[in-house]
Antibody, heavy 119, light 109 residues
Framework: EVQLVESGGGLIEPGGSLRLSCAASGFTFSNAWMSWVRQAPGKGLEWVGRIKSKADGGSLDFAAPVKGRFTISRDDSKDTLYLQMSGLKTEDTAVYFC??????????WGQGALVTVAS | EIVLTQSPGTLSLSPGERATLSCRASQSISDNYVSWYQQKPGQAPRLLIYGASTRATGIPDRFSGSGSGTDFTLTISRLEPEDFAVYYCQEYGSSPSYTFGQGTKLEIK
């Protein structure tokens, strides 16, 4: 059974930094392209960024609102995905979902981690 | 940047009825690039359809997807009580980027 479990969410002041983790199991993590998708309170879904598998180059891509402030990394030895967020803004407040890419979409999702940016 | 517009915003139907949800793109997109998701309150989204018309693993056959070009449709043939949720379409763009529609809320009438 595929499982994605996020951790690391919390309350952070504007301008601060936070790192989310996503522990994966039930599939070959090293072969997977992985993404982060967020959802602001009461709003729709917004893709944040993606990391390819190392076999496919390991490249990163990000949505415009987070480019230059967020980065994604992976530790295939630990089957874990990370989202490092810096320069946080109040508009970054959201539930952040870790998701496994499948083709041109996302076939598995974690339960989400809430990040609240407020003073 | 492609914009996806879903309609209606809210759809009120009764169990057993047929639901038709629309997703219109601001420019033509490949069928392969369109997916649909279901999200219930407090839960993560669940993949229903990918490649515009292929059901994901474990998805009941009352869910079907169709469309091409700029117009895509998710149809639920006979609504079950557990189908009332928010539905999102999503497309993959060449930037690369993944864009979601704003969602359709399917509520019990």
């Amino acid at each position: 059974e595929v499982q994605l479990v996020e951790s690391g969410g919390g309350l952070i002041e504007p301008g601060g930094s936070l790192r989310l983790s996503c522990a994966a199991s039930g599939f070959t993590f090293s072969n997977a392209w992985m993404s982060w998708v967020r959802q602001a309170p009461g709003k729709g879904l917004e893709w944040v960024g993606r990391i390819k598998s190392k076999a496919d180059g390991g490249s990163l891509d990000f949505a415009a609102p987070v480019k230059g402030r967020f980065t994604i990394s992976r530790d295939d030895s630990k089957d874990t995905l990370y989202l490092q967020m810096s320069g946080l803004k109040t508009e970054d407040t959201a539930v952040y979902f870790c998701s496994k890419n499948r083709g041109y979409g996302f076939d598995y999702w974690g339960q989400g981690a809430l990040v609240t940016v407020a003073s | 940047e492609i914009v996806l517009t879903q309609s209606p915003g809210t759809l009120s139907l009764s169990p057993g009825e047929r639901a038709t949800l629309s997703c219109r793109a601001s420019q033509s997109i490949s069928d392969n690039y369109v997916s649909w998701y279901q999200q219930k309150p407090g839960q993560a989204p669940r993949l229903l359809i990918y490649g515009a018309s292929t059901r994901a693993t474990g998805i009941p056959d009352r869910f079907s997807g169709s469309g091409s070009g700029t117009d895509f449709t998710l149809t639920i043939s006979r609504l079950e009580p557990e189908d009332f949720a928010v539905y999102y379409c999503q497309e993959y763009g060449s930037s690369p980027s993944y864009t979601f529609g704003q969602g359709t809320k399917l509520e019990i009438k």
